[in-house]
Each structure stands twice: as structure tokens, then as C-alpha cells.
Nanobody, 120 residues
Framework: QVQLVESGGGLVQPGGSLGLSCAASGNIHTITVMGWFRQAPGKERELVAMINSDGVTNYADSVKGRFTISSDYAKNTVYLQMNSLEPEDTAVYYC??????????????WGQGTQVTVSS
């Protein structure tokens, strides 16, 4: 089993910044991709950003230029720096990882989610 533990959510004013982190632990041989998704009330879960072990990144158009994803694959940790936050960024943010287990199985895991609220 693999656990993803997120931290860093909270309440921030529009235009403010917030950083999230997600650390994976457990039955891990390697992690090939880590990313962030979010789900706002009444909406489907959507990709925010992802980064693979080669450092290649992908961002949702709505966050390009405002959010930055980074990772430390040696520590199985992914980060999301969110700047110029808007009320529309309010959502529960979920970490997701593609893990190669010690049994050489590829399995996707989700974190428990962390609330980000952008409001004045």
C-alpha cells in the first residue's frame, strides 16, 4: 500500500499565494508521475498540473503562468506553488501518483485532499 499525505491548504485572499506539498510513502519502487487535481463543488475533478520523473510538466490552461509544479523524486514529494489566486481556484486539491511498486505493478494512488479557499 502507498500513502499520499498532502499539506498546505487553507484560506487566502484573491491575488494571494499558497503552497501545497504531497509526500508519498509505502510500497514504492519508483514513482514515474506525480500531479495535482482539484474538484470544486458541483464540478468534476480536473487536472491542475503534473510532472514526470524527467521533469516534464503539463498544466491546465486555467493555471498556466500562475501555478508552478515541482518535485523531489528522491523524496517522493511533489509541490504546487499557487500565485495570483482567484476565487475560481477554490476547490479540494488532490495529489495523484503513478507508482511502480516493489512487485513491479503500476498503480495510481490519490491523496486525501486538502481544501483551498480563495475569498476576501
Amino acid at each position: 500500500q502507498v500513502q499520499l499525505v498532502e499539506s498546505g491548504g487553507g484560506l487566502v485572499q484573491p491575488g494571494g499565494s499558497l503552497g501545497l506539498s504531497c509526500a508519498a510513502s509505502g510500497n514504492i519502487h519508483t514513482i514515474t508521475v506525480m500531479g495535482w487535481f482539484r474538484q470544486a463543488p458541483g464540478k468534476e475533478r480536473e487536472l491542475v498540473a503534473m510532472i514526470n520523473s524527467d521533469g516534464v510538466t503539463n498544466y491546465a490552461d486555467s493555471v498556466k503562468g500562475r501555478f508552478t509544479i515541482s518535485s523531489d523524486y528522491a523524496k517522493n514529494t511533489v509541490y504546487l506553488q499557487m500565485n495570483s489566486l482567484e476565487p475560481e481556484d477554490t476547490a479540494v486539491y488532490y495529489c495523484r501518483s503513478k507508482v511502480l511498486t516493489r512487485e513491479y505493478d503500476y498503480i495510481f494512488y490519490w491523496g486525501q485532499g486538502t481544501q483551498v479557499t480563495v475569498s476576501s
